[in-house]
C-alpha cells in the first residue's frame, strides 16, 4: 500500500543552522514526492517537487529535498534555518496508477529558535 | 489575485443543520479536491474531480456531497452535521491533464467548521 512516514513529530533548531525534516516513502511506481509548509491558519503551500531527473530538487524559501531512491527517501533540508520557517511540513506522495491520489505524511512541527 | 479560493472561512451551526462550503479556482486547472483535515492536522482527502467528473470518493459519510458545476468550482453540501465533522476542510487543485501537468496542488485558506 502506498504511504509516506515522517518519523519526527517535531524538530528543533537554532536560527542559522542548517535543518533537515525526514520524509521515507512506499509506492508501487514511480514516485511522485512534493513538500507543503502551512503556516498557522492557513492553507498549505508547494514548496518543491521530483517527478523525474536530478535527485537534489530546489525550491521556494531556499529549501531543497534528495530523492534517494535506495533509501525510499525524500528528505526536506535547508543550509540556514529561520525564525520565520517555522511551520508544519507534510510531506506528500503521488499515485500516478491510482487516479493520481496523494498521501500525505502526518506532519512535521519545525521550531527555530533565535 | 487568489488562485484558490473558499467560503465561507468560518462556519459555526448546530448539529442537525444542512451547510455548504464554495470553492473556486482561477488557475485554469482540470482537478480539484476536497481534504479534512482533523485536531491533529492529519489531512486525508475526501474528493477529487476531473473535468467535473468524479474520480476519488473515499469512504466519507454519504451526508457530504460535492457538485462541480465546471471545471473551476467544487463546492461541498454536507447534510446532518454531527459533532465530529468539526474541522479544517481544504479545497485545492492541480493541473494533471493535456496542456502540460505539473502535478503539485495547491490549497485554498481553508474552512473552519466547528458543529455546536
Same mark, same amino acid.
Given at each position: 500500500?502506498?504511504?509516506?512516514?515522517?518519523?519526527?513529530?517535531?524538530?528543533?533548531?537554532?536560527?542559522?543552522?542548517?535543518?533537515?525534516?525526514?520524509?521515507?516513502?512506499?509506492?508501487?511506481?514511480?514516485?511522485?514526492?512534493?513538500?507543503?509548509?502551512?503556516?498557522?491558519?492557513?492553507? $498549505?503551500?508547494? $514548496? $518543491?517537487?521530483?517527478?523525474?531527473?536530478?535527485?537534489?530538487?530546489?525550491?521556494?524559501?531556499?529549501?531543497?529535498?534528495?530523492?534517494?531512491?535506495?533509501?525510499?527517501?525524500?528528505?526536506?533540508?535547508?543550509?540556514?534555518? $529561520?525564525?520565520?520557517?517555522?511551520?508544519?511540513?507534510?510531506?506528500?506522495?503521488?499515485?500516478?496508477?491510482?487516479?493520481?491520489?496523494?498521501?500525505?505524511?502526518?506532519?512535521?512541527?519545525?521550531?527555530?529558535?533565535? | 489575485?487568489?488562485?484558490?479560493?473558499?467560503?465561507?472561512?468560518?462556519?459555526?451551526?448546530?448539529?442537525?443543520?444542512?451547510?455548504?462550503?464554495?470553492?473556486?479556482?482561477?488557475?485554469?486547472?482540470?482537478?480539484?479536491?476536497?481534504?479534512?483535515?482533523?485536531?491533529?492536522?492529519?489531512?486525508?482527502?475526501?474528493?477529487?474531480?476531473?473535468?467535473?467528473?468524479?474520480?476519488?470518493?473515499?469512504?466519507?459519510?454519504?451526508?457530504?456531497?460535492?457538485?462541480?458545476?465546471?471545471?473551476?468550482?467544487?463546492?461541498?453540501?454536507?447534510?446532518?452535521?454531527?459533532?465530529?465533522?468539526s474541522a479544517v476542510y481544504f479545497c485545492a487543485s492541480s493541473q494533471d491533464g493535456s496542456g502540460g501537468p505539473?502535478?503539485?496542488?495547491?490549497?485554498?485558506?481553508?474552512?473552519?467548521?466547528?458543529?455546536?
Amino acid at each position: 500500500a502506498q504511504s509516506v512516514a515522517q518519523p519526527e513529530d517535531q524538530v528543533n533548531v537554532a536560527e542559522g543552522n542548517p535543518l533537515t525534516v525526514k520524509c521515507t516513502y512506499s509506492v508501487s511506481g514511480n514516485p511522485y514526492l512534493f513538500w507543503y509548509v502551512q503556516y498557522p491558519n492557513r492553507g $498549505l503551500q508547494f $514548496l $518543491l517537487k521530483y517527478i523525474t531527473g536530478d535527485n537534489l530538487v530546489k525550491g521556494s524559501y531556499g529549501f531543497e529535498a534528495e530523492f534517494n531512491k535506495s533509501q525510499t527517501s525524500f528528505h526536506l533540508k535547508k543550509p540556514s534555518a $529561520l525564525v520565520s520557517d517555522s511551520a508544519l511540513y507534510f510531506c506528500a506522495v503521488r499515485d500516478i496508477s491510482n487516479f493520481n491520489k496523494f498521501y500525505f505524511g502526518s506532519g512535521t512541527k519545525l521550531n527555530v529558535k533565535p | 489575485d487568489t488562485a484558490v479560493s473558499q467560503t465561507p472561512k468560518y462556519l459555526v451551526t448546530q448539529m442537525g443543520n444542512d451547510k455548504s462550503i464554495k470553492c473556486e479556482q482561477n488557475l485554469g486547472h482540470d482537478t480539484m479536491y476536497w481534504y479534512k483535515q482533523d485536531s491533529k492536522k492529519f489531512l486525508k482527502i475526501m474528493f477529487s474531480y476531473n473535468n467535473k467528473e468524479l474520480i476519488i470518493n473515499e469512504t466519507v459519510p454519504n451526508r457530504f456531497s460535492p457538485k462541480s458545476p465546471d471545471k473551476a468550482h467544487l463546492n461541498l453540501h454536507i447534510n446532518s452535521l454531527e459533532l465530529g465533522d468539526s474541522a479544517v476542510y481544504f479545497c485545492a487543485s492541480s493541473q494533471d491533464g493535456s496542456g502540460g501537468p505539473s502535478y503539485e496542488q495547491y490549497f485554498g485558506p481553508g474552512t473552519r467548521l466547528t458543529v455546536t
